[in-house]
């Protein structure tokens, strides 16, 4: 069902059966005027065909930054690699030329913004800007690629597409431009969709929508998904699996339900916590407590420390691996035995 | 739409009578009888002096003389000058000068600034981009009167002696060449302030969400920049050449001056000179007129260039 294929990497399954997209110790460090800030320290995930990750963790974390990194879109300087792999069905993106690079972004590998009113080109018709996938990509017909624009917005049930496609970004609704978004970043039937925050502009009820129409369009197709959030409750339903950041690294990796019954670090079971519920209506809010951590001064040890209710010496100084606790669980924190039984209690 | 351009049209009224009166209110107060001006040194014959007091209502009193003026003006009457040579014919001559020399400054002004700008735009923060902002900055701190003289002499003296012959020194007796240098003189300031606007919008427009979606579709470069960037860029750009167009006419009097250019910035200092109260009013009038039309069509435009502007 895939029709593209670049030369350089191969379409279909990779070599050794590793998965869709794997990043291994990605390091991406931003030179600023105040000294050199480490947005991501080392952060590996994988994606397999047809699955949903979901990437959680506050502004700052670093989710937005290894998207970026995979897409390609970084700005080069401010921003650089310094380490690491980005492999894509066995290939090393990191290492390909741009214009190699370039026939995968957009085609096979592609994303969806935060904001969609500001993420869209306000002086172009939506219509334009998905056909303009076709045209540049495929070389379609100005009149076959809004056809294709048509389509594709039936597709994400955007009503009335036909008398629309000629309308601007700015007359749609918030949830309808984030479809034109959506439908914009599928229209080649990417193997691997990347959405950064899709939702965090959005009305509670409308949110609801548009994780439904992702989870749709990813069950249709073997596509990966990866969701960039800071907002639990978004995942809960949709993802399959869950990678916890805090200051530039996964903090904890485990299956979503996992995770949500028993976490395993200090700063997911923290985010668990202050989710406002129902039963406990009256009481007051928990919150984690202290400011995410300052990417330039990064605490010693474990960056949780300062604001970690676990915490012992060693943690200042220390900084704890991502260690395996079981099959298909991962935490970063010296005393996750005492978190998960704390989470039993 | 139409009834936007009407509702605009009609707003233009009460500006073209406010120019034209005040104009006219200042001339008016010069010191000085333009008849007896006419005699020069010699002594009028007070008869004759009194018909023509009377031919041209200047016994009357202000308003009622801008009255005149203003019925005259209506049935497309420019009013005749003191020597009795019609203004409407003085200034259709003199206005086709200063419009070829406009547009030539105007041309340059878009293909020169707006190139400018995209390179420097592209290279931000690079060698290019410093020369070109120090450049700019050159530009717009020396007067007209200076680069118009020193480019006079360089290109249109020297680089003769030298035996090019590519500018004129003055004059339009060589055609469309003569206008080359007064027309860039004349954009001078203006090509440096829209290579500096054309710059700083592409900076900024690079940075907008909506250029990242464009790459992280994949686009080439060259229509990232070429389709997506410029067409937003393009926007600002409308209005300050437009806005441009009625100050370049204006302005053109010291450029007309100093290339010997028979258009209407030199008859206007000339007429004023003199004391030819209507060709100056003309003048003006019409200035004024190409100024309201400029501006309602950059108007006009943005609606184009931006949907999001819609005019009822």
């Not at chain 1, 998904?225 to 993802?239: C, F, K, N, Q, S």
């Not at chain 2, 020396?142 to 030298?162: D, E, I, N, S």
């Not at chain 2, 010997?260 to 007429?271: A, C, H, K, T």
Request: aromatic share 6%; glycine share 10%.
């Amino acid at each position: 069902m895939k029709k593209t294929s670049t030369p350089m990497v191969p379409a279909g399954r990779a070599p050794g059966g590793e998965p869709l997209l794997v990043v291994d110790d990605l390091h991406v460090e931003f030179t600023t005027r105040q000294g050199v800030v480490r947005a991501v320290n080392g952060v590996s995930y994988s994606l397999n065909p047809g699955e949903t990750l979901a990437v959680l963790g506050e502004s700052g974390s670093g989710k937005s930054v290894t998207a970026q990194a995979i897409m390609g879109i970084l700005d080069t300087p401010p921003a650089r690699v310094s380490r690491g792999e980005i492999r894509f069905r066995g290939t090393d993106l990191l290492r390909l030329p741009e214009e190699a690079r370039s026939r995968i972004r957009g085609r096979r590998i592609a994303m969806i913004f935060q904001d969609a009113l500001s993420a869209l080109n306000p002086v172009f018709t939506v219509g334009f800007q998905i056909g303009e996938m076709f045209r540049v990509h495929r070389g379609a017909s100005r009149r076959d690629a809004e056809k294709k624009a048509i389509e594709l917005m039936d597709r994400v049930r955007i009503p009335g597409a036909r008398q629309r496609v000629h309308d601007y970004p700015h007359q749609f609704s918030g949830g309808m431009r984030q479809r034109i978004m959506i439908a914009m970043s599928i229209a080649l039937d990417p193997e691997v969709l990347i959405a950064d925050e899709p939702t965090t502009a959005l009305d509670v009820t409308v949110q609801a929508q548009i994780m439904e129409l992702l989870a749709e369009l990813r069950r249709e197709s073997d596509m990966g998904l990866i969701l960039i959030t800071h907002d639990l409750g978004v995942v809960a339903d949709v993802a399959d699996r869950i990678a916890v950041m805090y200051g530039g690294r996964i903090v904890e990796k485990a299956p979503v339900h996992d995770i949500y019954r028993t976490p395993a670090h200090p700063y997911a079971k923290g985010l668990l916590d202050s989710v406002p519920r129902v039963d406990q209506k009256g009481q007051e809010l928990f919150a984690i407590k202290g400011m995410p951590p300052n990417l330039l001064d990064m605490p010693s040890g474990c960056s949780f420390h300062p604001r970690c209710p676990y915490r012992q010496d060693d943690c200042v100084t220390d900084a704890p691996p991502l260690y395996e606790i079981g099959p298909t669980r991962a935490s970063a924190c010296h005393y996750w035995r005492e978190v998960l039984d704390g989470s039993h209690g | 739409m139409s009834r936007y351009i009407l509702r605009r049209l009609i707003q233009a009224i009460p500006v073209l009578l406010g120019a034209t009166l005040l104009i006219y209110a200042i001339v008016f107060a010069l010191p000085g009888d333009p008849i007896a001006a006419l005699a020069g040194e010699k002594r009028m014959d007070p008869d004759i002096v009194d018909v023509l007091r009377e031919q041209y209502h200047l016994n009357d009193p202000f308003l009622v003389q801008y009255w005149h003026y203003i019925v005259g003006l209506l049935g497309g009457d420019f009013g005749t000058t003191f020597a009795g040579v019609g203004v409407g014919d003085i200034m259709a001559g003199k206005f086709q000068v200063t419009i070829n020399l406009a547009v030539t400054a105007l041309v340059m002004e878009a293909v020169i600034g707006v190139g400018l700008g995209l390179y420097a735009a592209l290279r931000h923060g690079g060698a290019g981009d410093s020369l070109i902002l120090a450049a700019t900055l050159v530009l717009i701190s020396v007067p007209v009167l200076v680069t118009g003289f020193v480019l006079q002499l360089l290109l249109g003296v020297r680089l003769k002696q030298a035996g090019i012959d590519l500018f004129p020194v003055a004059g339009v007796s060589e055609g469309w060449r003569g206008y080359l240098l007064p027309g860039f003189v004349l954009a001078g300031t203006s090509i440096a302030y829209l290579t500096r606007l054309t710059r700083n919008s592409l900076v900024e427009i690079m940075r907008t969400d909506y250029i990242r979606t464009a790459v992280a579709k994949g686009l080439p470069r060259s229509r990232v920049v070429g389709r997506h960037a410029l067409r937003n860029a393009l926007i600002p750009l409308i209005t300050y050449l437009g806005a441009d167009l009625g100050a370049l006419m204006g302005g053109a009097v010291i450029t007309e001056t100093i290339f010997n250019l028979p258009g209407i910035g030199q008859q206007l200092f000339s007429s004023v000179y003199l004391r030819e109260q209507p060709v100056v009013v003309g003048i003006v009038t019409v200035l004024v007129l190409i100024y309201i039309l400029a501006n309602l069509v950059v108007d006009l435009l943005y609606a184009v260039l931006d949907p999001r502007i819609r005019y009822e």
